[in-house]
């Protein structure tokens, strides 16, 4: 049973914008180590957003800086990213994950729990 649900993915326009959700179903969860991924067809895997460690501050992909935050409620047990003036070339599979004690926020081998991604497809 998957602990991290994402949804609200879909089709936008060009400069268009879409908030991610992901629900947390676990408390032992911390959504100080969340962090989001995100997959296009034919490519690897790469780093989108995180909080960074502690939680305080959050760190972003260089494509995304400016244009994406990550954000949490932690009484919903939800965190969410905020994508803004999207681009084609965001049209990925968006995943949000949950990363262990130690390892780095931005590589997906430091994260132990994966959501099942939902699709982002932005046109032009």
């Known amino acids: 049973q998957s602990q991290l649900v994402e949804s609200w993915g879909g089709l936008v326009q060009s400069g268009g914008s879409l908030r991610l959700s992901c629900a947390a179903s676990a408390r032992t969860l911390s959504k100080d180590r969340m962090g989001w991924f995100r997959q296009a067809p034919g490519k690897e895997r790469e780093f989108v957003a995180a909080?960074?460690?502690?939680?305080?501050?959050?760190a972003y992909a260089d494509s995304v800086k400016g244009r994406f935050t990550i954000s949490r409620d932690n009484a919903k047990n939800t965190v969410y990213l905020q994508m803004n003036s999207l681009k084609p070339e965001d049209t990925a599979v968006y995943y949000c994950?949950?990363?262990?004690?130690?390892?780095?926020?931005?590589?997906?081998?430091?994260?132990?729990?994966w959501g099942q991604g939902t699709q982002v497809t932005v046109s032009s």
């Open positions: 909080f960074t460690w502690g939680g305080v501050s959050a």
């Open positions: 994950a949950a990363r262990g004690a130690i390892g780095d926020y931005d590589r997906g081998a430091s994260y132990l729990y």
